[in-house]
């Protein structure tokens, strides 16, 4: 009989494997994974009579999932409420994963808990590799023949986009799903347990500690190379904790980690510095200090409008809103609803989005490196961007671009102010290939003028910078282009590393230029037109069900967070730094990816060791 419920028991553990491949597999897959683990961990618990519906228990239980049941009652106060019940039952894990955890203790054993993670630890890989050859085997679909490869993967940003919008988009939509915030969390998870194995097994198994090492550095680089800003500092925080955790445990001085971790360190860091101008990097620290010192910085973080809406939401909301939220059936409309209202009682005629900001994730740069904020511009701030060729050996177009829709019963003027470095020519096209002129910023005249556009102009403005422009119309949706050209205004040619600058685009509903104005709602309407979420489940939560429900999603974390020092287990740590922080920046339980990480982790991370065995490892 015994032997009989071992083999049961295995079921579990196969199971919890199988959790593991969520990252590979499709969404629906992995849900019936989950409920598989949770129906068949309360069947063996019922079957051997070890639940426990202790007082204790149930105290622990309602400290853990008090947010979910807020969030349920919030759904019956909610305008809309089945949309509000909907939103709920997505987030139903987060309520069953502990309730069995809690009262029905499934058991695992170190060792297993160690396979199951190592099962984890190799589909992580698995999916960074089966990214890669993606790429590598659609180049023909990507339509990046004849492109610089080395500079185009440099650009992680951009490889997303591509990976996301032309490679998923045809094949695998639903099936894998590539944002890095989500992607990163398991790279970290992944990284701090090779390390940990690395360092367990060096004195005895020298070549499975150097194994380990190697997929330590591979996470490790992967995750600076991706740059998650949340996710790197996890890291980083983490390896820091490990270290110490190590050192203290062994009563030896910390000299002895001394040449390692400097190692490790030195990585860390040289990364960060050469990812120093990446726009992920950026926007992670600008919104430090924007927090911290309350500066306004140009970030070009769509977060930032969301974060100013809710504290618009807050400053207004009556005592009971501030106490008990809008209701999740209402919150995301709350939300959007007040980023309207800012938006109509602001929205100027220029309808071009980040207008002067051109390195952010707006412009799509094609063999071009932008160099922000490098020279006065004609408004006399240091605020003029520098558009450099990407020194290719083929022909390729050089240039930055966009999608816009317009009325096709209109005429539209499209200008920017541009200023010669070492290139002197610059094209503008709004629309079709016909619709663009190239334009010569030495002489301040017209190189070339396609058939497709009514009218081309070029006038001097301050200094050597000029402002071009075309006129169309007849286009509904439009490709936006500024680009660099040679001396036979070529839309595609070799290049030489030369440069221009570039400063206040503008698209406006006119028959020619108009006086230029900055769009400074642009992030608005991006929030709007993508329907982005909160993008912090902390202000999810509040708004949700108010400061009772974020009180009570903050003291889940902190039971988490209190179990792992009370172990002083270097995994359940980083598990819950990793959401901590990620929870600041994404909505990570609006996903199912987001939902599939923390559920997994949960039971591998925190069910009972099967033989009452100490989980004290740091």
């Given at each position: 009989m015994k032997q009989v419920l071992k083999s049961k028991f295995n079921l579990l553990y196969i199971l919890f494997s199988l959790l593991a491949f969520y990252p590979l597999l499709k969404f629906n897959y992995s849900s019936i994974i989950l409920i598989t683990s949770c129906v068949v961990s309360v069947y063996f618990s019922v079957k051997r009579g070890t639940y426990l519906f202790t007082a204790s228990n149930i105290k622990l239980f309602l400290a853990a999932t008090s947010f979910f049941t807020i969030l349920l009652l919030s759904s019956f106060y909610s305008t809309d409420i089945g949309y509000g019940l909907e939103k709920t039952m997505q987030l139903i894990p987060l309520f069953i994963v502990p309730f069995v955890i809690i009262f029905f203790r499934p058991k695992i054993s170190s060792s297993i808990r160690d396979t199951v993670l190592n099962v984890f630890l190799g589909v992580n890989f698995l999916y960074s590799v089966f990214l890669a050859a993606m790429y590598v085997l659609n180049k023909d679909i990507i339509g990046l023949e004849g492109i610089n490869s080395s500079n185009f993967l440099l650009n992680y940003d951009k490889v997303q986009f591509v990976l996301n919008e032309v490679i998923l988009g045809t094949f695998l939509e639903d099936i894998l799903f590539i944002h890095k915030p989500y992607f990163s969390m398991g790279f970290v998870i992944s990284a701090i347990f090779a390390l940990r194995e690395s360092t367990r097994c060096f004195n005895k198994h020298k070549k499975k500690s150097l194994l380990y090492l190697f997929f330590f550095f591979y996470f490790l680089l992967l995750i600076l190379y991706t740059f998650s800003f949340p996710n790197v500092l996890a890291l980083f925080i983490c390896i820091i904790l490990f270290g110490w955790g190590k050192a203290n445990k062994s009563r030896l001085k910390l000299k002895k980690f001394l040449v390692p971790g400097t190692i490790v360190l030195g990585v860390l860091l040289t990364g960060v510095f050469y990812k120093s101008?990446?726009?992920?990097?950026?926007?992670?620290?600008?919104?430090?200090?924007?927090?911290?010192?309350?500066?306004?910085?140009?970030?070009?973080?769509?977060?930032?409008?969301?974060?100013?809406?809710?504290?618009?939401?807050?400053?207004?909301?009556?005592?009971?809103?501030?106490?008990?939220?809008?209701?999740?059936?209402?919150?995301?409309?709350?939300?959007?609803?007040?980023?309207?209202?800012?938006?109509?009682?602001?929205?100027?005629?220029?309808?071009?989005?980040?207008?002067?900001?051109?390195?952010?994730?707006?412009?799509?740069?094609?063999?071009?490196?932008?160099?922000?904020?490098s020279e006065l511009s004609p408004d006399q701030k240091k605020n003029a961007d520098r558009l450099i060729e990407q020194n290719n050996e083929i022909a390729a177009s050089h240039n930055l671009s966009t999608d816009i829709l317009l009325d096709k019963n209109r005429t539209y003027t499209f200008s920017v102010f541009a200023k010669k470095g070492s290139a002197n020519y610059l094209i503008l096209r709004l629309g079709e290939l016909p619709h663009r002129a190239t334009f010569n910023l030495m002489e301040g005249t017209i190189k070339a003028k396609g058939e497709g556009i009514t009218e081309a102009r070029i006038t001097p403005a301050m200094g050597e910078w000029y402002r071009c422009s075309i006129t169309v119309?007849?286009?509904?949706?439009?490709?936006?282009?500024?680009?660099?050209?040679?001396?036979?205004?070529?839309?595609i040619y070799k290049s030489s590393a030369k440069?221009?600058?570039?400063w206040g685009a503008q698209i406006e509903e006119a028959q020619m230029p108009t006086a230029y104005v900055k769009n400074n709602f642009e992030l608005i309407d991006y929030v709007i037109s993508e329907k982005l979420n909160t993008h912090n489940n902390y202000l999810f939560f509040l708004l949700s069900g108010g400061v009772i429900c974020l009180l009570g999603f903050v003291i889940s974390l902190l039971l988490l967070l209190y179990i792992s020092f009370k172990n002083r287990n270097i995994l359940q740590l980083t598990f819950v730094i990793v959401i901590g922080l990620n929870f600041l920046t994404e909505n990570i339980l609006a996903r199912h990816w987001g939902l599939m990480f923390i559920s997994m982790m949960l039971f591998i991370l925190f069910t009972t060791n099967s033989k009452d065995e100490t989980t004290r490892e740091v």
């Amino acid at each position: 009989m015994k032997q009989v419920l071992k083999s049961k028991f295995n079921l579990l553990y196969i199971l919890f494997s199988l959790l593991a491949f969520y990252p590979l597999l499709k969404f629906n897959y992995s849900s019936i994974i989950l409920i598989t683990s949770c129906v068949v961990s309360v069947y063996f618990s019922v079957k051997r009579g070890t639940y426990l519906f202790t007082a204790s228990n149930i105290k622990l239980f309602l400290a853990a999932t008090s947010f979910f049941t807020i969030l349920l009652l919030s759904s019956f106060y909610s305008t809309d409420i089945g949309y509000g019940l909907e939103k709920t039952m997505q987030l139903i894990p987060l309520f069953i994963v502990p309730f069995v955890i809690i009262f029905f203790r499934p058991k695992i054993s170190s060792s297993i808990r160690d396979t199951v993670l190592n099962v984890f630890l190799g589909v992580n890989f698995l999916y960074s590799v089966f990214l890669a050859a993606m790429y590598v085997l659609n180049k023909d679909i990507i339509g990046l023949e004849g492109i610089n490869s080395s500079n185009f993967l440099l650009n992680y940003d951009k490889v997303q986009f591509v990976l996301n919008e032309v490679i998923l988009g045809t094949f695998l939509e639903d099936i894998l799903f590539i944002h890095k915030p989500y992607f990163s969390m398991g790279f970290v998870i992944s990284a701090i347990f090779a390390l940990r194995e690395s360092t367990r097994c060096f004195n005895k198994h020298k070549k499975k500690s150097l194994l380990y090492l190697f997929f330590f550095f591979y996470f490790l680089l992967l995750i600076l190379y991706t740059f998650s800003f949340p996710n790197v500092l996890a890291l980083f925080i983490c390896i820091i904790l490990f270290g110490w955790g190590k050192a203290n445990k062994s009563r030896l001085k910390l000299k002895k980690f001394l040449v390692p971790g400097t190692i490790v360190l030195g990585v860390l860091l040289t990364g960060v510095f050469y990812k120093s101008k990446d726009i992920g990097v950026v926007k992670g620290f600008n919104f430090i200090r924007s927090v911290v010192y309350q500066e306004s910085v140009e970030d070009n973080d769509a977060r930032v409008e969301i974060y100013k809406s809710v504290s618009n939401l807050w400053k207004r909301a009556t005592a009971s809103e501030i106490i008990f939220g809008y209701g999740i059936g209402d919150a995301q409309a709350t939300l959007h609803n007040e980023l309207k209202e800012r938006l109509s009682v602001n929205k100027t005629k220029n309808i071009l989005l980040y207008n002067e900001q051109f390195n952010s994730d707006y412009w799509f740069r094609n063999n071009i490196e932008i160099v922000p904020n490098s020279e006065l511009s004609p408004d006399q701030k240091k605020n003029a961007d520098r558009l450099i060729e990407q020194n290719n050996e083929i022909a390729a177009s050089h240039n930055l671009s966009t999608d816009i829709l317009l009325d096709k019963n209109r005429t539209y003027t499209f200008s920017v102010f541009a200023k010669k470095g070492s290139a002197n020519y610059l094209i503008l096209r709004l629309g079709e290939l016909p619709h663009r002129a190239t334009f010569n910023l030495m002489e301040g005249t017209i190189k070339a003028k396609g058939e497709g556009i009514t009218e081309a102009r070029i006038t001097p403005a301050m200094g050597e910078w000029y402002r071009c422009s075309i006129t169309v119309t007849n286009v509904d949706s439009a490709l936006v282009i500024i680009g660099i050209s040679n001396e036979n205004a070529d839309y595609i040619y070799k290049s030489s590393a030369k440069e221009i600058l570039l400063w206040g685009a503008q698209i406006e509903e006119a028959q020619m230029p108009t006086a230029y104005v900055k769009n400074n709602f642009e992030l608005i309407d991006y929030v709007i037109s993508e329907k982005l979420n909160t993008h912090n489940n902390y202000l999810f939560f509040l708004l949700s069900g108010g400061v009772i429900c974020l009180l009570g999603f903050v003291i889940s974390l902190l039971l988490l967070l209190y179990i792992s020092f009370k172990n002083r287990n270097i995994l359940q740590l980083t598990f819950v730094i990793v959401i901590g922080l990620n929870f600041l920046t994404e909505n990570i339980l609006a996903r199912h990816w987001g939902l599939m990480f923390i559920s997994m982790m949960l039971f591998i991370l925190f069910t009972t060791n099967s033989k009452d065995e100490t989980t004290r490892e740091v």
